[in-house]
Structures are given as structure tokens and as C-alpha cells.
């Protein structure tokens, strides 16, 4: 069947430090996939997309990695500050159907 | 609007009773969408409307829940008999297509809590 899996465990730094989150996806072969952002009380927020055949792609403090053979992503913050503390959710196209979401990772940034 | 409005923000049921969520997605997007996240989990698709095609219902969990989307704008997603498993929080987004390379606009969602 096919799943996205991101650690459920929260992932704790502190400030400065570069955070670091993974996605890993079974039995899809998705072309793009995007990150989310989701405060409490909130809906996600689009962050990034990257296509399979983008290995890269950054914008300011963030860079997105898409290896479609491990079927892995990683999302890193560099620089992190408390304001970056969230849930960080990546989701995947799946053929014609809506986005997939992982059940997110979330960060929190000591200062 | 500026956003996705979604109303009410806060719900509270009766097992039972009948309740409407209503989704005001951004003006000029085609694609709506509803999803629905329990505590602490991810998002689960139930729904999407792309312009004057069927809607996919694919995600929708029984026939106690529907969606109608009025005029290719407002939304409502409608539960009949709520069950305690419904309490959730109901989020809905839209895009401007349903493209494989979208991105969605969500609302806040509505919390909903069944007694």
C-alpha cells in the first residue's frame, strides 16, 4: 500500500543549528512533491516544491532534497530560529488523485 | 476574499444531529478541496471539485458525509448522524487548477467536536 512517513517524534534544536526533516514515501512514484508548514490552530502553508528531476531546491533559509531512487526527502532549515517552530508536512501528488500528506514532523526551536 | 474563509471556526454536536461546514475558497480558483485531521495526525483527503467536473469522492469515509459546491464557489460539506470519530478538525483549501503541481490555500478549518 502506499505510504508517506515522516518521524512522529518531535525534533528539538537550538537556535542556529541547522534542523533537518525526512519524508520517505513507499509505492508512489510522485513527480513533484511539496513541503507545508502548519501552526497550531492553523491550516498548512505552502513552502516549497520540487520536481524528480530537481535533486535541490532552496529559497532563503530553507533547501528541499528529492532522491526519487531512495524515495526520500529532506527539508532543512538552516540558521533556525524559534519562529521556525512548527509542524513541517510533506505531501505528494498520487496520479489524479488530491495531494497526500504525511502526518508531519514538528520542530521545535530552543533559543 | 484574501484567503479561504472557513465557518464556523468552532463546533460542537450531539451524537446524532446533522452538521454543515461551509468553505468560501479563494476568488478564481477552481479547485476546492476538503480534508479532515484528527488530533495529532495528518491530513486525510476527503474530497475535491474541479470546476464542472464530478467531484472525487474518493476519501469521503461513509455515506453519512457529502459535499456540494455551489456556483463553482462556496462550499459546504455536510455530516449526517454525527458519530464521536467524526470530531475532527474539517479543513478545506483551494487551488487555482487541480494540477499535479498546485499548491493549496487552506482556510483555519473548523474544529469540530461530537458529544
Known sequence: ??????????????????ATLTCNY??????????????????????LLIRENEKEKRKERLKVTF??????????????QPADSATYLCALEAGRRALTFGSGTRLQVQP | GAGVSQSPSNKVTEKGKDVE????PISGHTALYWYRQSLGQGLEFLIYFQGNSAPD???????????????????TLT?????????????????????ANEKLFFGSGTQLSVL
Open chain 1, 1 to 18: 500500500s502506499q505510504k508517506i512517513e515522516q518521524n512522529s517524534e518531535a525534533l528539538n534544536i537550538q537556535e542556529g543549528k541547522t
Open chain 1, 26 to 47: 513507499t509505492n508512489y512514484s510522485p513527480a513533484y512533491l511539496q513541503w507545508y508548514r502548519q501552526d497550531p490552530g492553523r491550516g498548512p502553508v505552502f513552502l
Open chain 1, 67 to 80: 532522491d526519487t531512487t531512495l524515495k526520500q526527502s529532506l527539508f532543512h532549515i538552516t540558521a533556525s
Open chain 2, 21 to 24: 461546514l461551509r468553505c468560501d
Open chain 2, 57 to 75: 469522492k474518493s476519501g469521503l469515509p461513509s455515506d453519512r458525509f457529502s459535499a456540494e459546491r455551489t456556483g463553482g464557489s462556496v462550499s
Open chain 2, 79 to 99: 455530516i449526517q448522524r454525527t458519530q464521536q470519530e467524526d470530531s475532527a478538525v474539517y479543513l478545506c483549501a483551494s487551488s487555482l487548477v487541480r494540477t
